[in-house]
């Protein structure tokens, strides 16, 4: 265990930060109090607004409201920039580094060193490499590529040019995700010793047991506020985990049906594996049932929705209806009755310029054609009906589908796969970015297709909402499925506990 | 004939505008070219020959352009369309397909050209080549083939075969019959862009690939048949470009892809894909070749000629481009 810092004056104080965006307050009055020497860790769900605070911290969102304080003076944090010569540096999850240049010019990007425009190369290779060492990683050449390195040294060249800028503090977002255990000893060995050196880090993890090991203080975000203010790093896993999962906001779940006896088998999943991503999936899911995957991002869950999709290609079998599901073709399984609400629905979903009606028939442009010809009459009234149905608002059919509100464009998503009577339903993050109220319309539109026979298989971040929704809920942590109960049988602590704490608790870092 | 506008337009200025503003612009464009015309030249501008003439010009490539605002609809590129005509004038212009008469050279450039036009779809879907490579390598290739077939001579419409010929003399109703060529064309196309599902997967397909995947559409068949699509118009430009010329060579077309690329920018098509129409690509070819007729008539240096073509591109996509920004 790192020294516990002295209990000076904060380094970085954030009060009462309030951040909206379309259609939700991502950030509702948070406070973060971040001392200098000290490794901060930031807790919450997918969701919580971890992700919206950093950014406003890298100066990337400008908060609505509230104040940042830098050693106890106001700060505008205006652009990247800005925050960077304050003396705040970021490290995302996804490390923006260009691969194509080298170790050197990718530490002192947008501070390179130059004279009358050109760079000095051998100035600016003997300050990485000195930055290099200082992070104990002397090996790695200032000349190399940085796409031919591979993710840990990628993480110490983000790290090098994080000290590059004199940071004062520094933030990292799930540093450790893309790593193998003895990598992730060598970062917290880092960690250590920029800390000792004044450096305040602020680290953000789903993984308790690191916490635990590298933090001195944790802060709990819970629907955009803090729920608790630089708690000590040894509080109990239960405290944190009911801290985190606590919620104010209703859920309001349509009732579920009593199981019905035996209703014939929909989807077969049998040993379906992406090498590296997931192996030996195993489920099947009945007609009117709703199967929900519960897990991280990054465990595999949406890969598996896809690959069942066949929209990634996957060794194993899956049967729908006893039929083969050939991979890597997704116009085959929409004739074979599956429909995918994918994760991300303006980029994977949605013709943003097109009119409501146009993204709402594009899955079954066939049906109102004859001989490749569209009766676009047919197809308008079919739309106009589907947006009476599902109560998309503003109700008409013509207008761009990007000038509707998150739910109504989910809505939208969901009308496409009512065109034609759908066997299998995946539905990938279904509320997000969905205020509260759309949300119960969507649960109960999901509730009506399974009652009408419909399967569906829901992956979210969000327990509760897996929990309310589903009948049957299979856990998923690192590419495997290591749970399965129905949904009655679980409660969110629970699940959160198989969702985070890793099975090799034991193999701790010495 | 522009698409669907909503009818009521009053209510949402902004798809109003989307819909109009660019055609309204273009036909404003080539009304004042006009006046130019008669302003400068009222003696020859106006004239029924003149007029004819411009129309013939703008037919050959006007039928390419119809394939490249599909293609570019679809969010790719086609470079190769010059080098492909050039190809299927050469191709049917042989001795030995002239031997088989008029009819059989008129199915050749056409099978040559949707031929290429899937070699080059067949690179880019399967092969998952980037289409300005695989389209800048069919150009280069093609127009080499070409020469290689013709042994870089000229090579004439046989007596015989005048009927070719006579798509270009003649006139109906003082048109010439390959105007009426053109005019099928773009009729055709507007149809299957517009009407058909065909026409929507396109926009699906250049607007956002991964969605219309995830939506079942099989994106790389798709968009093979869209360079195909491109290669079929070639071909047919071919036959155009023998009519008038009464040659097949391997010079035909040189830098027509950057006529009718030019011609679909500046008729509001989206080089991203996803967004355009074929009566903006149309209107574009018209300015263009009015301009060029212009500069004839008025005995300028055909470098200034140049010069304004660049400048009008430029114009058109900043007003364009302006008008997007104020929309949203």
Known sequence: MPASPPDTAPLLTMRGIVKRF??????????LEVRAGEVHCLLGQNGAGKSTLIKILAGAHQPDEGEVLLDGEPVRLATPTAAMRQGIATIYQELDLVDGLSVAENILLGHER????FTRRGESNRIAADLLRRLGHGEIPPGTEVGRLPPAAKQIVSMARALSHDARLIVMDEPSAALAHDEVAN?????????????????ISHRLEEIREIGDRITVLKD????????PATTPTGRVVSLMTGRDVEYVFPPRPAPSGERPEVLRVEGLTVPGVFSDVSFSVRAGEIVGLAGLVGSGRSEILEAVYGARRASGRVLLDGRAVPPGRTAVSVRLGMGLAPEERKAQALLLDQSVTRNITLAGLGRYARAGWMDRRREAAEAARLVEALDIRPPDPRRPVKTLSGGNQQKAVLARWLVEPRRLLLLDEPTRGVDVGAR?????????????????????SEVPEVLGLADRVLVVREGRIVHEAPAVELDE???LDLVMVSTNEESHVD | MTEATPTSVARRPFLGRIGEVPHVGLVAALVLLAIVGLATRPENFATSSNLVSILALASTIGVITVGMTFVIIGGGIDLSVGAVMALSSVWATTLATQSYGPVVMILCAVLVGTGAGLVNGFLISYGRMVPFIATLAMLVAARGLAQRMSGQRTQLVQQANTAIVELSTTRVLGLPLLVYVFALVVALGWILLNRTTFGRRTYA???????ARLAGIDVRRHTMLLYGLSGLCCGIAAVLIMARTT?????????YELDAIAAVIIGGTLLSGGRGTIIGSILGLLIFTVITNLFILNGLNTSDQLIAKGLIIVVAVLMQRRGALTGT
């Open chain 1, 22 to 31: 379309p259609g939700v307050r991502a950030l509702d009055g948070v406070d």
């Open chain 1, 114 to 117: 130059a004279s009358f425009g």
């Open chain 1, 187 to 203: 970062l917290f060995r880092i960690i250590r010793e920029i800390t000792a050196q004044g450096v305040a880090v602020v680290y």
């Open chain 1, 224 to 231: 955009g506020r803090t729920v608790a203010v630089g708690l």
């Open chain 1, 440 to 460: 119960a319309e969507l649960y109960a539109v999901v509730r009506r297709l399974a009652d009408e026979g419909v399967a569906v298989l829901l992956v979210s």
């Open chain 1, 493 to 495: 602590h629970r699940v």
């Open chain 2, 205 to 211: 397909v250049g607007g956002n690939p991964e969605a």
């Open chain 2, 247 to 255: 040659t097949g060579s391997s010079t035909h077309g040189d830098l």
